[in-house]
């Protein structure tokens, strides 16, 4: 099983350029999460859905956009790519089944950016 | 402040012996708690998820305790092995939302032969 898929894994950009990091699971669920990770510092949230046509702003949503077209894609554009978001990047999915919070996270391997 | 404090932030250990990985958290009101290992370079896995009522949890090796009273979990490995070296976070949600999660800094892990 696939689970949670995300491309590309590695990616280097020069400041001001734009990209799109795409997420794809394949367990028809429902929520969708895009957080990202640095040194010393827990996951934080970036962007999520709770389902398809929706999406909400996390906790650190300034400078990156999201798009939930189709239920088994959550895609995360990043405008105008500043140092700052030189991070790694991790999708996560989840069913919506359930009492809040209770569903298992099923993260990707995660796509590691460099902005110089 | 919601926070979830983890400690040691990193430990080393001879592969066989136990070790207990600590998780404080200040999150309330208080949903569920759950234990990841996270190897290098790869996605957060999940070892156990604790609802308030539960206070202890097994997966194989892996035992994981709860006191929502003290709010403090621990991770308990028993027997460790080379490929227990990982990162170990401690994530905790709320009872309100859907979609948060706090996570904390992690534990890095390092089983020596």
């Known amino acids: 099983n696939a689970g949670v898929t995300q491309t590309p894994k590695f990616r280097v950009l020069k400041t001001g350029q734009s990209m799109t990091l795409l997420c794809a699971q394949d367990?028809?669920?429902?929520?969708m999460y895009w957080y990202r990770q640095d040194p010393g510092m827990g996951l934080r949230l970036i962007h999520y859905s709770v389902g398809e046509g929706t999406t909400a702003k996390g906790e650190v949503p300034d400078g990156y956009n999201v798009s939930r077209l189709k239920k088994q894609n959550f895609l995360l554009g990043l405008e105008s790519a500043a140092p700052s978001q030189t991070s790694v990047y991790f999708c996560?999915?989840?069913?919506?089944?359930?009492?809040?919070?209770?569903?298992?996270?099923?993260f990707g391997e995660g796509s590691r950016l460099t902005v110089l | 402040k919601n926070q979830v404090e983890q400690s040691p932030q990193s430990l080393i250990i001879l592969e066989g012996k136990n070790c207990t990985l600590q998780c404080n958290y200040t999150v309330s009101p208080f949903s569920n708690l759950r234990w990841y290992k996270q190897d290098t370079g790869r996605g957060p896995v999940s070892l156990t998820i604790?609802?308030?009522?539960?206070n202890t949890k097994s997966n194989g090796r892996y035992t994981a305790t709860l006191d929502a009273d003290t709010k403090q979990s621990s991770l308990h490995i028993t027997a460790s092995q080379l490929s227990d070296s990982a990162s170990y976070i401690c994530?905790?949600?709320?009872?309100?939302?859907?979609?948060?999660?706090?996570f904390g800094t992690g534990t890095r892990l390092k089983v020596l032969a």
């Open positions: 367990m028809n669920h429902e929520y």
């Open positions: 994530v905790v949600s709320p009872y309100s939302g859907t979609y948060k999660y706090i």
């Open positions: 996560a999915s989840r069913t919506g089944q359930g009492t809040a919070n209770t569903g298992e996270l099923f």
């Open positions: 604790m609802t308030f009522s539960e």
